[in-house]
């Protein structure tokens, strides 16, 4: 699989580092790398990372070259796609945040590649996609969007649940680590709340997982709602889940749960009681924490689950871009 990673963000960059140390070198190629910054300073920011540590390899570069042990993946600085010659190309991983809209999402497919897959929400998205929830639906869409990372954490334990017990109603709390969108001294940031210092308050605000697991999952919408607490943490967050069930589990919640998700490749199971940083770099889209889950009643259950909001959203990312290309 040959990819462009258009945009070298947090996601941009994490989604290197997993094909670089995770992946079979042989199974995906990245064969451009796309972003505004200098290159000088995009090199410097993937060898150190202040969440996952120093690059454990060698990372150079040239004017025009970024080489990560030894392997040396083209790198240019071009605001619009269209500049750029992406024949060959199976699958651009679009993580500039902004393919709002079908002009921008589709530039990659204008100049030669074969599919767009965009790191977030997108109303220009052909589809949005979760896996474990609804990658079916992918058929022939060629601008797909992985969703959100509370999305990715959420909708594939709301499906999974449903199938086996059905859900009445729910309301999920994801309570955030801080992101780029969030100032980090109070300054103006549209919503009153989301205008303070991210690295200083818990900040109570909305999440977009709200409005796309309905989109997801058509079934559930309007059934489960959502808000989000934004806390000073650099990463890893997590979803705190009560959901009234249509039927009764029959057995220990702990145990129907394990049963229930014993084929899920994104979500996992721990029986620690950990914290946030023992949960960084899990790949997995959801890790429910097992002394955590509660049984309220017959039909309640709160359920509590870590996810890595960057490193698993990026495996993600890297499954779904397969998935697009196999076709």
């Known amino acids: 699989m040959r990819i462009v990673i258009n945009g070298f963000g947090r996601i941009g960059r994490t989604v290197l580092r997993q094909v670089l140390t995770l992946q079979p070198e042989e199974a995906i190629e990245v064969v451009q790398i796309n972003d505004i910054a200098p290159l000088e300073t995009c090199a410097y920011l993937f060898k150190y990372d202040s969440v996952f540590g120093p690059y454990p390899g060698t990372v150079e570069h040239t004017d025009d070259q970024l080489t990560v042990d030894g392997k040396e993946i083209r790198f240019s600085c071009e605001a619009d796609l269209s500049a750029l010659d992406l024949s060959g190309v199976d699958v651009v991983l679009e993580c500039t945040g902004k393919a709002d809209t079908k002009a921008v999402a589709s530039r990659g497919l204008e100049v030669g590649a074969r599919n ?5 929400p997108s109303a220009a998205a052909d589809v949005t996609l979760v896996l474990g929830a609804n990658e079916e639906e992918l058929e022939d869409r060629t601008i797909v969007s992985n969703g959100s990372c509370t ?3 959420l909708a594939p334990l709301l499906r999974g649940i449903d199938d086996a017990l059905g859900i009445e109603a729910g309301h999920m709390t994801t309570i955030h680590c801080y992101t780029g969108s969030q100032p980090m001294v109070d300054a103006p940031r549209g919503p009153l709340e989301r205008s303070r210092a991210g690295g200083v308050s818990m900040v109570p605000t909305t999440t977009s997982a709200t409005k796309l697991v309905g989109q997801v999952l058509p079934k559930l919408n309007g059934i489960v709602s959502g808000a989000a607490v934004r806390v000073p943490a650099i990463s890893v967050s997590a979803v705190d889940v009560t959901l009234t069930l249509k039927n009764r589990p029959g057995e220990d919640i702990n145990e129907r749960l394990q049963k229930i998700f014993s084929d899920s490749a994104v979500i ?6 950990v914290v946030s940083t023992d949960m960084r770099a899990r790949p997995e889209s959801l890790v429910v924490a ?3 889950t509660l049984s309220v009643g017959e039909r309640q259950v709160r359920i509590f689950g870590w996810y890595d909001n960057e490193w698993g959203f990026s495996a993600r990312m890297i499954d779904m871009a397969k998935l697009m290309a196999a076709r």
């Open 116 to 120: 767009v897959l965009i790191s977030g």
């Open 151 to 153: 999305t990715n954490a």
């Open 268 to 273: 996992g199971f721990t029986k620690d009681r």
């Open 290 to 292: 097992l002394p955590e």
